[in-house]
Nanobody, 120 residues
Framework: VYVEESGGGKVQPGGSLRLSCVAS????????TEWYRQVPGTQRELVAG???????NYADSVKGRFTISRDNAENTVYLQMNSLKPEDTAVYYC???????????????WGQGTQVTVSS
């Protein structure tokens, strides 16, 4: 299973970026796809997530600015980030949780991350 993020870059405060997370198809179903971010020296924090049923959740710090969405045909999850702030600067990681239909065991897979820098 591979997970790959893209779309990071440098943007000025107030700008926008759209991150993409594409995962290889497997025999397992996707339970959830989540975006995390991490600043060097700090813990990785959850930014947004989307469940298989479409339910979404967001960190308080990004509510109203970030939107997570999914394209099932492309097996891709997007994170639209608007009104970016310098404190959004971090490496953004995608985590895909797969679930085995028979056992309900869950398996997590991470991408390598994509850098987002918000600076003037």
């Amino acid at each position: 299973v591979y997970v790959e993020e893209s779309g990071g870059g440098k943007v000025q405060p107030g700008g926008s970026l759209r991150l993409s997370c594409v995962a290889s198809r497997t025999i397992f179903n996707t339970y959830a796809t989540e975006w995390y971010r991490q600043v060097p020296g700090t813990q990785r924090e959850l930014v947004a997530g989307i469940l298989a049923n479409g339910n979404t959740n967001y960190a308080d710090s990004v509510k109203g600015r970030f939107t997570i969405s999914r394209d099932n045909a492309e097996n891709t999850v997007y994170l639209q980030m608007n009104s970016l702030k310098p404190e959004d600067t971090a490496v953004y990681y995608c985590r895909v949780t797969l679930i085995a239909s028979m056992s309900s065991n869950k398996y997590d897979y991470w991408g390598q991350g994509t850098q987002v820098t918000v600076s003037s």
